[in-house]
């Protein structure tokens, strides 16, 4: 017995070690991705909230984007670039009509953040249709996927209530950045499917539209970096923001067509 506890004991001490010595590997390794991306876009998006294609006839169709920094656009030189920028051109030429575009996202937002998005709008405001984009800083900030998801099942939910119907883009595969070292990069890559698969059930359960971005888009961002990402090659470039739009584009009409 004594040995079979000495033998049971120096294996869990060889797996706790195997773990701290994971640990230490990763965290080292996001020290160089952080070093390697930095911020050289800087924390501020740019501002492209305006009624887009005013020309065209009829009241606007009112888009508002919630979640992080793909939401808000940061990457884009232009604001025409940005993600809403991208959609609410297209919606417009889609439905010839006008869209106002409200921009509530920011930048390193987590799910937890989109409650506060929402307060900031005004117990007045009311959109045509909402798009979500988050999930990245909830893999990298740790969050476990079920609280991260029923985060954002709460902010649908809440839009659902006021007749808002909602497309969300679920969490892109953060596999795809290449400024991450490996074996951290797979690692993100799992956790970001693993998200995104929780992010489409509460999708799915509060009446919403969910759009896997990682099947949409990952695979033109993993084949095509340089024009795909921006200079820190972390975020969305012009050519990026464009995929993505046209990705959700779909969905957004879809959706505005069953508006209450």
């Given amino acids: 017995m004594a040995r079979t506890l000495v033998m049971v004991g120096a294996a869990v001490g060889g797996v706790v070690a195997l773990a701290a010595g ?15 991306i930095g911020k050289p876009l800087g924390e501020q998006s740019l501002d492209a909230d305006r009624v887009w294609r005013r020309a065209l006839q009829g009241e606007p169709v009112t ?3 919630l979640g992080d920094s793909l939401a808000a656009g940061l990457g884009a030189e232009h604001r025409k670039q940005t993600l809403g920028g991208r959609l609410a051109k297209a919606l417009a030429k889609q439905l010839k009509r006008p869209v106002l575009l409200r921009t509530a996202a920011v930048v390193g937002s987590e799910s937890s953040a989109l409650a506060g998005q929402l307060d900031t709008l005004g117990a007045l405001f009311r959109a045509d249709v909402a798009v979500i984009v988050v999930g990245g800083n909830d893999v990298t900030h740790l969050v476990p996927p079920a609280v991260a998801a ?3 099942e709460q902010a649908m939910t809440r839009l ?3 007749g808002t119907p909602v497309v969300v883009g679920t969490c892109p595969d953060l596999g795809t950045l290449r400024p991450v070292p490996q074996p951290l990069r797979r690692i993100l890559s799992r956790m970001s499917r ?10 799915r359960r509060a009446g919403a539209v969910p759009v896997d971005l ?5 695979a033109v961002f993993h084949e095509q970096p340089d024009e795909m990402f921006s200079l820190d090659r972390f975020h969305p470039s012009a050519a990026g923001y464009r995929r993505t739009a046209e990705a959700l584009l779909p ?7 069953t508006r209450r």
Avoid: F, N, P
């Fill in 22 to 36: 994971i640990r230490m590997v990763l965290v080292r390794q996001a020290a160089i991705a952080r070093a390697r």
């Fill in 194 to 203: 693993r998200l995104a698969r929780e992010q489409a059930k509460a999708a």
């Fill in 160 to 162: 659902s209530d006021a």
């Fill in 251 to 257: 969905a957004v009409v879809a959706a505005l067509a």
């Fill in 214 to 218: 990682r099947q949409a888009v990952g």
């Fill in 63 to 65: 888009l508002l984007l």
């Fill in 150 to 152: 029923a985060q954002l």
